[in-house]
């Protein structure tokens, strides 16, 4: 017997890739329900060769269902994702609701997965963000290495980041740049198109955005909280796909040579790195791809035991949607959920 899963938000960009993401890994569901908030009722969404209508959330019995993906904004994870985990059924959050209570793991598998042994506590698992994510599966297999004492990184995150909205600004304001039309700001606190924003999500009180202060925060809970972490993050005019410029400081010497040796035989990682032109991966080629790339990976001599690397992902793919169904994956394997609804 298969398992019932929900997908929370399965108009958004992300739940849309969330639905994909089931069907291209064969997830072992029985039953997959597309919901969303009122508005979106009876929209048609895909899932592999089949439409399925959206059904409204608050409406919904969770009490036959298994796993709850969930990517409908902090304020719905917050009110629902409670209420859902109470009817039993595990609720998997992309949403930053969650990502920092001490009862709730957050969760990538390829690197802290013991750590999911935990979620009952809640009956909820958090995903990290998306920038974070991609990070600490390249920088797991180093800090085993060779212990990360400091990291420094700076960020260049794609529109989808932001949702469709931003997505769309960014084609209009394009399309605006090149016949001369008025370029309007919407989404974005200054024009993106050919420009690049160093404020993602809110200021904080010391002067850094929440967006870095969560890559700050959540690498300590995932990977090591005596890891230092300085984060600067950007957003600039690319559609999907997050790149990192990530400088890192360590407890004892690597070699650029052993760092690339160990990365590709590390678990969802994929090394393209060759000191040439196009020796390197980008946003577009790994859009739509599952893995994470790193590239340019050499030894930094301004400090001791330095390294410096480029690393890039799909967001909506390892940076929300894949990381989610990994996690569901994880507890089907390791056997800490069974299917409530039995075969007769």
């Known amino acids: 017997m298969g398992y019932k899963v ?28 597309a919901l969303a908030s009122r508005r979106s009722q009876g929209t048609e969404v895909s899932f592999g060769d089949r439409t399925l209508k959206v059904k409204a959330l608050d409406t919904y019995d969770f009490s036959d269902t298994d796993i709850a993906l969930m990517s409908a904004g902090g304020s719905v994870a917050k009110e629902w994702g409670p209420k859902i985990a109470a009817q039993g059924c595990v609720v998997i959050d992309n949403s930053s609701a969650f990502r920092y209570d001490s009862d709730v793991p957050l969760i990538v598998p390829e690197v802290n997965a013991d750590a999911v042994t935990g979620f009952r506590k809640r009956n909820i698992i958090a995903n990290p963000n998306c920038s974070t994510a991609q990070m600490v599966v390249a920088l797991k297999p180093i800090h085993e290495a060779a212990g990360i004492k400091r990291i420094v990184v700076a960020t260049y995150q794609s529109v989808s980041g932001a949702g469709k909205d931003a997505m769309d600004e960014l084609f209009s304001q394009t399309r605006a740049v090149y016949v001369s039309d008025p370029v309007e700001n919407k989404k974005f606190t200054k024009r993106i198109a050919f420009n690049v924003i160093p404020h993602i999500d809110v200021f904080m009180e010391d002067g850094s955005t929440k967006e870095e202060w969560k890559m700050i925060a959540e690498t300590k809970k995932i990977l090591d909280p005596k890891i230092k972490v300085s984060a600067t993050c950007v957003r600039v005019p690319v559609f999907i796909g997050h790149s990192e410029a990530i400088n890192l400081e360590l407890e004892e010497p690597l070699s650029a040579a052993k760092a690339r040796s160990i990365l590709r035989e590390s678990p969802g990682v994929l090394v393209v790195d060759k000191p040439e032109d196009g020796g390197y991966v980008t946003p577009i080629e790994a859009a739509g791809e599952d893995a994470t790339y790193v590239s340019r990976i050499r030894e930094d001599p301004s400090v001791e035991n ?36 039995k075969a007769a």
Request: without cysteine.
């Open 306 to 341: 330095g390294l410096s690397l480029w690393v890039v992902a799909d967001n909506l793919r390892k940076g929300a949607a894949l990381n989610a169904v990994q996690i569901a994956e994880l507890l089907v394997n390791r056997k800490l959920i069974q299917p409530k609804r």
């Open 6 to 33: 929900a997908v929370v938000g399965a108009t958004g960009n992300v739940g849309r890739e969330m639905m994909e993401v089931l069907d291209e890994r064969g997830f072992p569901a029985d039953e997959v329900v």
